[in-house]
């Protein structure tokens, strides 16, 4: 059937059909509202809801020719998504001009199936051939192109058409897919298989992949280069080539005869083929090279498709398509999506290029998103960004249709923006202004406005000048998105989008209707455009930005214009009001959308506080544009709130305020006084009114050219002392918070990009790197924060560079440019002390120079200085450029220095810096050792990519979806969360199309239920539709992607495929190793992962050293004796109980022993069960040393105790899995748990407000933990004399052994407190950051997508899991079965939450063993003769 595979791709219960379908229609630019009803009631229900599940039915599809094929349709979709499924099937994929006809009648593409009279099970649609036109036959060539590069992927590494890499399947060599068909059930038989091939398997990493080793390889990178068994960059090739005729286009006489246009083919067997398309199809014709001849040759072969044409005059063609279309089948449909936005590679391999017509043409003619579809001229963006707007909201498919047009045409919008402003900066655009300089000069192209990031008019000369003006590009864009997040009617903002690109900043926004008619002055009806020298006012401005002043803390004010009168604004003097020709209200240029940040400014040292002049602020600094963040401010306000309440309730008697009695005078002297008690409240925080608490700032109050009228005075100077709290904020609080929050391991950044992510959650601009890095280099516990020293020290270095290579490039010419890259990346991190610039010839020189120089030369007029670079001049520059923007001294004077010094890797550096600049480099190892070569040449720099910036649009209503499935989850209603998280889906697929970061932070929560609830199947599927969706979004080596890979790997495992989960580890230590190094703490939990599996395979000497270096790395990160320590000693003392070495793990047991007694007493279970652990380990060393001696006495040990040497099984590996990764799985009926949990819930009316549980990381709820803190003390005393006894036997049981290891990593609950509470406003941050990322979403962004380490992947932060929580109720059994615990990467200090995942891993698992469920109370009862039970079975 067609839609096996096709049509529920990624769990999204919406067919990509579906997705591909809106594209084109919405391509075609069909009028909104004709397909808006039929979108909306197609994206209603999904395909596999249950709901619909009676409106699903077969229909047969006969093809020409008499083939036929059968799939399922729904009566919600349209004909069109039953044409596009024909498009995708192996039998039907050459046909693209046909229709679809039914008892005769041709059905209409966009009407829906049940419209269709008499349409049912079994009914029979007809393909049926239709002529060609000009247009059509366009469209068959481009698809007939697009299949024979389905599996080729020079569109990825070239950054086109949306195509970006995954390499999933090359990793595991396609393996996981055919993992999926085995029965839910059927665990012996999957694992019984996989142990029966052990002995095959290769389970040795590469010599780099393995602890200590040095070698950071890059061809590993993209696996798929090196293996030529999955080799996917030489498919099956079908012609030599395949061109546009030069006859073309025919002459008027051939056209009466039909004729299109003509093809060029050269086949495999090198015969030459004239191809003419007419409206009849595709036949060979008798024209030559030399003689044209339209009339058709003997056999012309007359075909309605090329392919079938091809397939009778080239056996090649034939047998190689056919293979090429069944591997495209069998790809996986997430790789062949275009993905939202374009994601570019930073290292490629070379490739061949080869001919191609349809790129060619596309090249040459301009091709502007879907135009060649589109009837008429280029798009008008500005209109169309405005109309889907304007669309209803009302109905939930109103808002489902507004937020899809909204998405879809801004995706576009950036798309054909990054097209254009690639053009105008490589000069192929003429400007709107070309008599003026370069600098000043703009340009229109596709209805797009382009402008440079110069101060081209003096406008920032007080400013920064051009420093000013560069940032105050993406200034604008911040506040493009925060107005757009309010989604205010009848206010509107353009489409922006900020680019760099080979040195330039420019920005592209749509063009406001008639304002290129009329000059500035006269269509600003609002706001000021010379920075406040004038300023006007507009009453309707007035009313809708007072809208917008409550949720982004706007201040109004007033200010005084040219003539000296006052002038009422709602915004920055900045922001320009302008009424288009269309009557709609723009607004433009939000730079100063927040208010200003004091610590940057150059202001008296009276307006400083204390705090902030001790810190040595304020500081000089490029530019006065520097703003708080939108985190900052919300964390702040939350903080004045605090002081507020406390202040009333320090004033107010018995601290709270006076409540009024009915002895009339004395009750109004109460209330008096209790509103005197809020107003000096209010006084004292700085609130804007007398009586509630208002935080707002003015952002106008430290611009140079603003005058303020006196009646001001006073609000001013609340507004500086607000300002100088909130920069004192930054430096005393939030900061502190964040380094807090690194030293407890609640943030774990792997790179650049994780760390600017959570510093920005918690307020902190990139401009205090400095400060940060300071700050931890002066702490006491310094050896514990290396990984986000070192972290810190490369962003500062490579943003310095960054800033050097911009204005570095800008006077170089396009024929010299990969020889200036490689140039200065010689200087960055070669260690050869003389690297040369080689130029181009002289001839080819001098005859650019004079064509290019009227052009370009934007900064430097010597477009040759660059060759005079060195390294000790770059890193001189480098040391400046960090101390003028970072305020901090490098005291490096070359990359040698800087790695010995620091301890970093040059190829993290070169990552880290093609990332940031954009610029591709050649996939193959770089000797950047050699003092006797330089490390690149200029073939090495293979091209260079824009790094944008743009507005995220979101689904608001699929985030609500998911909200309530975590706060379900949360409160142990798994199976219900699973019924919202589908629809979650569903939502985001109607707005984003089939691949989002979204959706895959989705799917992975998704996949995690799916795993507590024992469906290993599903949760299979799931999290590889979410690895391959984070690897095509954010990156196939993203901290993401490391994650995503751990959580793949530990599914595979619990399924039996030890293999392909052995893969996934390695790559994930892999990417790990090229993009944060070895010394890291999330690479203990992958070392531990790894040296589990290698257990399982029995690898027990490869398991000992990457267990070995987990241990070393937590006694660096987390102390000697930490529970994290601990649970690394026990795992190898697994280990060596493995090898039959007793000796050794009974010394690695009393380390975990002593480790426990020490943080946790005497009675703490983990300890007892440690120390029977330790016993058995005991007694079998003893046992053993007897044996040796009594076969050394007399050779019989018929009378000895026999030496247990059974290795720890599958199940108990896979439960210290499960606490590795925070995962613990339960197999239990739900409404059995839910029955159970409300009964608990009555018994145990606990209050529990000792910690906080964000609603994003929180699978467990605080009433929940309360219950289970009770619970457990019961079943405590209950089962203390039997574990004891237990305890005392000498059987550990691997049982015992999982709790132990899973048990060892918390401390106590203050401790997790600690970890995790203590943060001021992290928790706030997180939220407010949460909202506005577009990939990496939901709470926690400060550390949850940053670390692999217990589930912690970006973009879903930690949608699933609570952070400070990971306990696993002792009641497990009778009570939530099926919550989910969670080990966040804070867990590693919440020390009680994992005592209580330990206790319920355990009784989870008797549980399991145990059968169905009984009720509450027998459970209970029946506790302790499980547990024993249990032992003594295992």
Not at 1261 to 1284: M, Y
Request: glycine fraction near 6%; charged fraction near 25%; charge should be negative.
């Amino acid at each position: 059937m067609v839609r096996g595979t096709e049509s529920h791709t990624a769990g999204l219960s919406l067919p990509p059909t579906r997705h591909n379908v809106e594209e084109a229609v919405e391509s075609l630019h069909q009028d909104i509202t004709k397909v808006s009803e039929d979108k909306d009631n197609n994206s209603a229900t999904p395909t596999g809801d249950p709901e619909s599940s009676q409106d699903m039915f077969n229909v047969t599809i006969q093809l020409p020719g008499g083939d036929s094929i059968e799939i399922q349709v729904s009566t919600k979709e349209l004909v069109q998504e039953i044409i596009q499924v024909l498009m995708e099937h192996e039998d039907s994929c050459h046909r693209t001009c046909f229709s679809l006809q039914f008892d005769g009648n041709v059905l209409d593409n966009f009407s829906e199936l049940k419209s269709v009279e008499g349409l049912q099970e079994g009914s029979v649609l007809k393909v049926v051939e239709e002529p060609y036109t000009i247009r059509e036959a366009r469209i068959h060539i481009r698809h007939f192109r697009d299949l024979l590069k389905s599996l080729d992927l020079t569109d990825a590494y070239n950054g086109v058409d949306c195509s970006s890499l995954s390499f999933l399947s090359s990793i595991s060599e396609g393996e996981i897919g055919d993992s999926t068909s085995y029965e839910n059930n059927g665990k012996k038989k999957k694992r019984s298989s996989a142990e029966q091939g052990l002995d095959a398997i290769d389970c040795s990493p590469p010599e780099y992949i393995l602890p200590g080793s040095t070698e950071r390889p890059l061809q590993p990178l993209q696996p798929i280069c090196i293996d030529n068994k999955i080799s996917l960059l030489q498919p099956p090739q079908c012609l030599k080539s395949l061109i546009m005729s030069g006859w073309n286009p025919p002459p008027g006489n051939r056209k009466m005869h039909g004729d299109l246009m003509y093809l060029t083919i050269v086949t495999m067997e090198d015969h030459h083929i004239n191809i003419t398309s007419s409206n009849r199809g595709f036949y060979i014709n008798q024209s030559t090279e030399e003689i044209f001849n339209p009339k058709p040759a003997s056999p012309s072969h007359l075909s309605h498709s090329i392919v079938e044409l091809l397939n009778q005059v080239s056996p090649a063609f034939k047998k190689n398509f056919s293979n090429l279309q069944k591997k495209r089948v069998h790809r996986n449909p997430l790789d062949r999506i275009a993905t939202p936005y374009q994601i570019y590679s930073w290292i490629a391999p070379s490739s061949n290029h080869i001919i191609d017509c349809v790129r060619a043409e596309d090249a040459y003619n301009s091709r502007l998103g879907y135009e060649e579809h589109i009837p008429g001229q280029t798009r008008d963006w500005n209109e169309e960004l405005q109309t889907t707007r304007e669309l209803s909201r009302e109905l939930p498919t109103d808002q489902h249709l507004r937020q899809r047009a909204n998405f879809k045409i801004n995706s576009d919008f950036v798309g054909a923006s990054t097209r254009g402003a690639m053009a105008v900066i490589d000069g192929n655009v003429m400007a709107i202004n070309p008599g003026e300089e370069t600098k000043m000069q703009m340009f229109i192209w596709n209805n797009i406005f382009f402008s440079f990031g110069f101060d081209v008019r003096d406008h920032y000369k007080d400013l920064g000048g051009d420093h000013a003006a560069h940032v105050a590009a993406t200034h604008d864009l911040k506040g493009v998105q925060a107005y757009s997040n309010l989604d205010i009617e009848e206010l509107y903002v353009l489409g922006t989008v900020v680019l760099d690109y080979r040195g330039y900043r420019i920005t592209a926004q749509s063009i406001i209707p008639g304002i290129l008619d009329r000059k500035e002055d006269q269509s600003v009806v609002y706001g000021s455009i010379d920075f406040g020298k004038t300023v006007s006012s507009n009453v309707k401005y007035l009313a809708l930005l007072q809208k917008a002043c409550k949720p982004l803390r706007i201040m109004r004010h007033t200010v005084l214009n040219e003539k000296d009168e006052e002038v009422l604004l709602c915004s920055s003097v900045e922001c320009k009001g302008i009424v288009g020709n269309d009557g709609r209200f723009y607004i433009l240029d939000l730079l100063r959308t927040f208010p200003p940040d004091m610590n940057f400014l150059p202001l008296k040292e009276e307006d400083i506080l204390k705090e902030c002049r001790n810190l040595g602020f304020p500081k000089p600094y490029r530019h006065r544009l520097c703003s708080l963040r939108p985190e900052l401010i919300e964390s702040f306000v939350q903080y004045k709130y605090a002081q507020f309440m406390k202040i009333i309730l320090d004033k107010s008697q018995n601290g709270e305020l006076l409540q009024p009695d009915n002895s009339g005078d004395d009750s109004l002297k109460d209330d008096l006084r209790g509103a005197d008690i809020v107003k000096e409240a209010c006084k004292d925080i700085g609130s804007v009114t007398d009586y509630i608490f208002e935080i707002r700032f003015n952002s106008d109050v430290y611009s140079p050219v603003v005058r303020f009228p006196e009646s001001q005075n006073q609000a001013l100077q609340i507004q500086k002392r607000l300002l100088s709290e909130a920069a004192t904020f930054i430096l005393t609080v939030q900061i502190p918070s964040f380094i807090k929050a690194c030293l407890n391991h609640v943030i774990v950044p792997l790179d650049g990009k994780t760390l600017k992510e959570a510093l920005h959650t918690h307020g902190i601009n990139i401009r205090y790197l400095g400060t940060v890095t300071e700050m931890i280099d002066t702490m006491q516990g310094r050896p514990a924060l290396d990984h986000i020293y070192r972290i810190l020290i490369i962003e500062i270095v490579t943003r310095s560079s960054k800033m050097i290579l911009r204005s570095y490039l800008q006077g170089i010419e396009m024929s010299a440019l990969s020889a200036a890259v490689s140039h200065f990346l010689n200087c960055f991190l070669s260690s050869y002390p003389n690297p040369v610039a080689h130029l181009p010839p002289d001839e080819l020189l001098s005859r650019k120079r004079k064509n290019k120089k009227k052009m370009r030369s934007l900064e430097n007029g010597d477009s040759t200085a660059w060759t005079s670079m060195t390294p000790a001049d770059l890193w001189k520059q480098i040391q400046q450029n960090a101390k003028d923007s970072f305020d901090f001294t490098l005291s490096c004077d070359s990359v040698e220095q800087l790695v010995e010094k620091f301890t970093l890797q040059k190829v993290t550096l070169l990552r880290e810096f093609c990332i940031k600049t954009g610029v591709q480099v050649l996939l193959r190892e770089y000797n950047f050792e050699s003092r006797h070569k330089p490390a690149l040449t200029e073939e090495d720099i293979l091209n260079m990519f824009p790094v944008v910036k743009h507005v995220n649009i979101k689904a608001k209503e699929a985030h609500e979806l998911f909200t309530k499935a975590q706060m379900s989850i949360q409160q142990g209603g798994l199976k219900e969360g699973v019924v919202l998280l589908n629809e979650a889906l569903v939502q985001f697929n109607n707005v984003y199309g089939a691949i989002h970061p979204d959706i895959a932070m989705c799917l992975r929560l998704l996949a995690r239920v799916k795993f507590i609830l024992g469906d290993i199947a599903e949760a299979l599927d799931n999290q590889q539709k979410a690895v391959i969706m984070t690897e095509r979004t954010l990156g196939y080596d993203s901290s993401s992607t490391v994650q995503d890979y751990v959580l793949l790997s530990h599914y595979c495992f619990a399924s039996g495929h030890l293999p392909i989960a052995l893969k996934l580890l390695y790559r994930a230590r892999y990417l790990m190793l090229v993009t944060a190094g070895e010394d890291h703490p999330t690479m203990a939990t992958l070392d531990s992962n790894i040296g589990l599996v290698l257990q399982a395979v029995l690898e027990c000497d490869l398991s000992l050293r990457f267990l070995e270096k987990a241990l070393e790395v937590n006694e660096k990160y987390f102390g000697q004796k930490s529970l994290d320590a601990a649970l690394s000693h026990h795992l190898i003392s697994l280990a060596y109980t493995s090898k039959v070495e007793f000796r050794s793990a009974m010394q690695h047991e009393k380390e975990t022993f002593t480790i426990y007694k020490a943080l946790l007493g005497d009675c703490h279970e983990r300890t007892r069960e440690s120390s029977a652990f330790l016993k058995h380990v005991t007694q079998q060393a003893v046992n053993l040393q007897r044996t040796m001696n009594e076969i050394y006495k007399n050779g019989s040990i018929s009378t000895l105790t026999h030496v247990q040497t059974v290795p720890p099984g599958i199940d108990t590996l896979l439960q210290q899995l499960n606490l590795l990764n925070g995962i613990l799985r339960i197999n239990v009926g739900i409404s059995e748990q839910n029955s159970k949990e409300k009964q608990t819930q009555k018994q145990n009316p606990r209050d529990s407000g000792e910690e906080h549980l964000e609603q994003e990381e929180g699978l467990i709820s605080e009433e929940q933990k309360s219950n289970t803190e009770t619970t457990r003390n019961v079943i405590k005393d209950q089962t203390e004399a039997e574990l004891q006894k237990d305890g005392a036997e000498d059987q550990p049981t691997s049982d015992t052994a999982g709790k132990d290891g899973a048990e060892d990593q918390p401390k106590e609950e203050t401790v997790g407190k600690d970890g995790a509470e203590d943060q001021p406003k992290a928790d706030t941050a997180g939220k407010d950051g949460a909202e506005d990322q577009p990939k990496e979403e939901t709470a926690g962004k400060d550390g949850a997508e940053d670390q692999p380490k217990g589930d912690t992947a970006g973009k879903d932060g930690t949608e699933d899991q609570p952070k400070d929580t990971s306990e696993k109720k002792p009641e497990a059994e009778d009570q939530n079965k099926d919550v989910t615990e969670r080990q966040d990467g804070q867990t590693k200090d919440s020390e009680e939450p994992k005592d209580k995942a330990e206790k319920a891993k355990g009784k989870d698992k008797e549980a399991t063993e145990n059968g169905d469920a009984q009720d509450q109370a027998e459970e209970q009862t029946d506790v302790k003769d499980e547990k024993a039970r249990e032992r003594k079975i295992i």
